[in-house]
């Protein structure tokens, strides 16, 4: 047997034992999205904070900033000795026990452009059942009995709590720099836009999602977690990350008699809601492209970051709607527009959910959102 002929064998052997075969080549890796410039054409005036490691916008500013290339956690993000350190306990939710979204949805392959409407899809989908856990952070300040201000966080923790969200709130309410809430991050009912459990939830323009929480969640929050949730629209936030962020908004602004605050990284303002609905045919583009410039002004306050190297997905609808940077730039024209109260962060060197600049700014961002808010007025 030839040398060649050994190195050929050995080959083939390593691609059976990893799973690849000789004639299946391994698929490409998707481009990395590229960077949009700061300045470039439609982008909003942004005050450059950038070159400044460790450096975020002032807490009480509004308006476009920069941040970046590098990055310093901030020292909230730890736990810090004689810091009063809240409880986090976690439960499950069953879709069978669900009223809204019961059976879950999924897909097996990603769909087709509709030949009679390109803006959408045409997707198969299949029942599922799905499992959807809810991790709840009490602070140690909280007063048995007493209605406490919230936030309601997309895209919990599967299994382990993640504890970062927890040790920020221990050290900024002990520092009485946002109020004492009680957080509750809610996992989806999994997969990822059109066709997926998730997609449905967070993409959807309406309040569905929110009268879900509203009617479903929160009362076994309040159960199983001992405590007492604020009606008040006020003590009431929302965040979220990408679909999440989108979900967070909508909550907001489809039923803004439930949530006044919302904070997103890399919002998914973009074409992605499914099924199609002809009063918001471009899906959450729609809220910058019309919703919000033709609405009138709403009490909503609104923290927004978005990544240079954001997603940028031209897709198969090829509708010019899948820029994620191109979004959040237009959602922050439309807020100042419209005198909303916003802050918009452009996080420079960072890709898709701002990566390393998360867990500098996000301390920072909850104590901009809580601006205004009296605790004393709620209790």
């Known amino acids: 047997m030839t040398f060649l002929r050994h190195v050929l064998l050995f080959s083939l052997t390593v691609a059976s034992i990893s799973g690849f075969s000789a004639d299946k080549p391994k698929k490409p890796d998707r481009p990395q999205p590229p960077t949009r410039l700061l300045d470039a054409p439609g982008a909003p005036n942004f005050t450059r904070l950038d070159g400044k490691p460790g450096v975020n916008p002032p807490v009480d500013a509004e308006g476009d900033f920069v941040i970046g290339p590098d990055y310093v956690a901030a020292p909230e993000t730890k736990v ?12 499950t939710m069953e879709s069978k026990d669900c009223k809204l979204f019961n059976p879950g949805i999924a897909r097996e392959v ?6 009679k409407n390109p803006k959408t899809l045409i997707v198969e989908t299949h029942p599922i059942d799905y499992q959807r856990f809810v991790t709840v952070y009490v602070p140690a300040q909280y007063v048995l009995g007493t209605a406490a201000p919230f936030i309601v966080g997309h895209d919990g923790p599967r299994g382990k709590p993640d504890m970062t969200l927890p040790h920020i709130l221990d050290n900024l309410i002990a520092q009485k720099r946002v ?15 059109q066709g997926h459990e998730r997609g449905r939830e967070y993409d959807t323009m309406s309040g569905l999602y929110a009268e879900f929480i509203e009617n479903e969640v929160l009362p076994l929050v309040e159960k199983n977690a001992g405590v007492k949730l604020t009606k008040d629209p006020e003590g009431r936030a929302t965040m979220g990350s990408s679909s999440g962020g989108s979900a967070a908004l909508a909550m907001a602004w489809y039923r803004t008699d439930l949530y006044h605050r919302v904070l997103t990284t890399s919002g998914t303002f973009v074409n992605q809601q499914w099924p199609f609905n002809p009063e918001t045919p471009g899906g959450a583009w729609d809220f910058h492209s019309k919703i919000i410039p033709e609405s009138p002004v709403k009490p909503i306050r609104l923290w927004m970051a978005v990544g240079d190297r954001d997603l940028l997905n031209p897709n198969v609808m090829r509708d010019d709607m899948h820029d994620w940077v191109e979004a959040n730039n237009r959602m922050a024209k439309v807020l100042k527009a419209k005198g909303y109260h916003y ?10 959910g701002i990566g ?24």
């Open 110 to 115: 990603f769909g087709t452009v509709d030949p």
């Open 80 to 91: 810090v000795e004689g810091v009063p350190q809240g409880k986090v306990q976690q439960f």
């Open 356 to 379: 390393p600049a998360r867990p500098q700014i996000l301390p920072q961002a909850l104590e901009w959102l809580w601006q205004g808010y009296s605790s004393a007025k709620a209790q």
């Open 179 to 193: 109020p004492a809430q009680i957080a509750i991050m809610i996992s989806s009912g999994g997969g990822d836009a």
């Open 343 to 352: 802050q918009y962060v452009y996080c420079l060197n960072t890709g898709h």
